[in-house]
């Protein structure tokens, strides 16, 4: 699959390396080419490229910059670049603030989510939610020993979503479909729940399961 990745911090870089492991044709979106010289060296096989290019590249977008630039990013990509496609959104609506007691601050509320923020001004993308709820580490295969961990995605698009599922499949996952872009709004702060170990007790070895 054709794969554009909008985002040149770890996370674009190790779902773009993982992309590629996985045989997907990728192009990296960025606004500072420099940053991602280290990755283009490894990943010889992927291309750096704008945001825009990269988007008009993926039959797959991958959002992966910081959560309060998401908007701005996307409209440097452009929404007709985006048109129609699934845009798997990995990004959280942190704020840039020190955590308290180990949680993270949003600016969104509960009843509020970034994706839907996402969907209302970019109408035709097919926003997907995945990757939000887990640290860059174990993106990719990851092995615990718990077994396979549980990716939770929501979006308004059913084709989008099996899309996403597939790719969840090749990464290691299983996936748990939450439903329309409205279950971001529970998706999402699961970052914050994620972290917390990490930054009270320096454990960040974990992922979610959905036991049944
Ligand atoms: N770190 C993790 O383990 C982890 C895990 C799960 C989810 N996430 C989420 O994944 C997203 C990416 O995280 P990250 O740690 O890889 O990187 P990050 O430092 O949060 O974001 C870096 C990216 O944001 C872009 N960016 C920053 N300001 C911008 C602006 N004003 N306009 C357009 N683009 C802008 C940068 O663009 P340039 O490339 O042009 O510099 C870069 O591509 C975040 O939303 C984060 O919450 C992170």
Do not use: Y
Request: include cysteine; aromatic fraction near 8%; glycine fraction near 10%.
């Amino acid at each position: 699959m054709r794969v554009g990745i909008l985002g040149s911090g770890v996370v674009g870089q190790v779902l773009g390396a993982g992309f590629l492991k996985h045989g997907h044709n990728v192009v990296m979106g960025t606004r500072s080419p420099d940053k991602l010289a280290e990755w283009a060296a490894k990943n010889p096989q992927g291309r750096v490229a704008s945001f825009a290019e990269a988007a008009q590249h993926g039959e797959l977008v991958v959002l992966a910059v910081k959560g309060v630039a998401a908007a701005d990013a996307l409209r440097e990509a452009g929404a007709a670049h985006l048109a129609g496609k699934p845009v798997m959104d990995a990004t959280n609506p942190i704020i840039e603030q020190p955590p308290v007691n180990g949680v993270l601050s949003f600016f969104t509320g509960i009843n509020d989510s970034s994706m839907e923020r996402l969907q209302r001004e970019f109408t035709e993308a097919k926003f997907v939610k995945a990757f939000s709820c887990v640290g860059n580490a174990w993106m990719v295969n990851p092995q615990f020993k718990g077994g396979k961990p549980t990716m939770f995605i929501c979006g308004n698009d059913e084709a989008a979503k099996r899309v996403v599922t597939g790719i969840l499949d090749q990464f290691g996952w299983e996936t748990s479909d939450m439903g329309k872009v409205e279950a971001a709004r529970a998706i999402e702060p699961l970052c914050m729940l994620w972290c917390i170990p990490g930054f009270l007790r320096n454990e960040w070895h974990h992922a979610f399961k959905l036991l049944t």
